[in-house]
């Protein structure tokens, strides 16, 4: 490990890293383990507002082990990728059926719940339970593969296995939570992405990758794909109430558990039993998901309102109540952009 790695990362975080986050007070396991849920593939900023709003509706594990899916999924709304607030939620359960409303202290119990890798539970252990774990989100692994001078894609395991080995290795003996925060601070803040501010680190000194002049190089990129486009048509319909029609998508996939808009895949004729005298919208919204990009096309229709009766799938709503439901974001925009 190199000469006093973790005093010169808790000297740093005292004076510069970032003490006002609002999953920092309290730092419980609770308020822990949501705020990293939240920050998988969602930056800081994006997260406060709804790590507040979240913890303000479901202030306890118990709460939250007891919401309806779709208050839950109302109140994630936007935040994309949903499969997280269903593991949350079953997570949950799982803590107050199991473990008595406990929330678990070691590694093997966390990492046996839903939605919690080995990262995670480092980053609950060492924040919540101050424990020396290991952690190794985005921000971490290229802090430690720029000093350690790590070259590679960090998806690959092999590197993915050096960093882990440089995780554990450089741990200190004493404040694992805020040294922590200290390594994820300095990714988000200084050892950035690009235009890394090697001027202010605490580490550069004796940095591999600064030496050599590979900071912006390494670590190496994910390989590019080429990203297949998906085409689907969404059904704008409203019956003589001015209520929208939503269909409740499937509870596992994209979307998963979600209010929606029907959709097609083929086109828009695969909407008549529910609609005649479809016309398309004339505007494509694209969105784009981590795997994929989808075009989505708008279509309106007068409904066949003898076909057409509320159950768990299918339902009407006022567009008041439509953009309160959990909606994915996209969805949202349409309806507010037609319906409003």
């Keep these: 490990m190199?000469?006093?790695?973790?005093?010169?990362?808790?000297?740093?975080?005292?004076?510069?890293?970032?003490?006002?986050?609002?999953?920092?007070?309290?730092?419980?396991?609770?308020?822990?383990w949501v705020s990293e849920i939240m920050l998988q593939q969602t930056g800081v900023a994006t997260v406060i507002p709804y790590y507040q709003r979240f913890m303000a509706a479901l202030p306890t594990l118990e709460s939250l082990a007891r919401v309806e899916p779709d208050r839950l999924m109302a109140l994630w709304s936007g935040l994309g990728y949903y499969a997280r607030a269903r593991n949350l939620h079953r997570a949950a359960q799982i803590i107050v059926e199991q473990y008595a409303g406990q929330f678990p202290d070691d590694s093997q119990t966390l990492q046996s719940l839903p939605g919690i890798g080995r990262s995670t539970a480092g980053a609950i252990l060492a924040q919540a339970f101050e424990q020396p774990a290991a952690i190794l989100d985005g921000n971490v692994k290229r802090v430690l593969a720029r000093h350690a001078g790590i070259e590679g894609w960090p998806g690959k395991a092999a590197v993915l296995q050096r960093l882990w080995q440089e995780a554990e290795h450089r741990l200190p003996a004493q404040d694992p939570a805020d040294y922590a925060q200290a390594m994820m601070d300095l990714g988000a803040t200084v050892c950035t992405r690009r235009a890394p501010s090697c001027e202010q680190c605490p580490v550069a000194s004796d940095c591999v990758a600064r030496a050599s002049g590979r900071a912006e190089q390494i670590p190496a990129a994910k390989p590019r794909k080429q990203r297949p486009v998906r085409q689907q048509w969404y059904l704008i319909l409203r019956n003589e109430q001015q209520q929208i029609l939503l269909a409740r998508r499937p509870p596992a996939g994209i979307w998963g558990g979600l209010w929606s808009l029907p959709e097609a895949a083929l086109g828009m004729e695969e909407f008549s039993p529910?609609?005649?005298?479809?016309?398309?919208?004339?505007?494509?919204?694209?969105?784009?998901?981590?795997?994929?990009?989808?075009?989505?096309?708008?279509?309106?229709?007068?409904?066949?309102?003898?076909?057409?009766?509320?159950?768990?799938?299918?339902?009407?709503?006022?567009?008041?109540?439509?953009?309160?439901?959990?909606?994915?974001?996209?969805?949202?925009?349409?309806?507010?952009?037609?319906?409003?």
Excluded at 6 to 17: D, E, I, Q, T, V
Excluded at 274 to 297: D, I, K, N
Excluded at 305 to 321: E, F, G, M, N, R
């Design 2 to 32: 190199p000469s006093s790695w973790s005093p010169r990362l808790l000297n740093w975080f005292a004076r510069h890293g970032r003490h006002d986050l609002p999953w920092q007070a309290p730092r419980g396991p609770y308020q822990v």
């Design 274 to 340: 529910l609609a005649a005298r479809l016309t398309p919208l004339g505007q494509t919204l694209r969105h784009e998901f981590s795997h994929f990009s989808l075009l989505m096309e708008p279509v309106s229709g007068q409904p066949r309102s003898d076909l057409i009766k509320d159950d768990d799938s299918l339902c009407w709503h006022t567009v008041t109540d439509a953009v309160n439901l959990g909606l994915p974001q996209p969805i949202r925009r349409l309806i507010e952009t037609y319906c409003a």
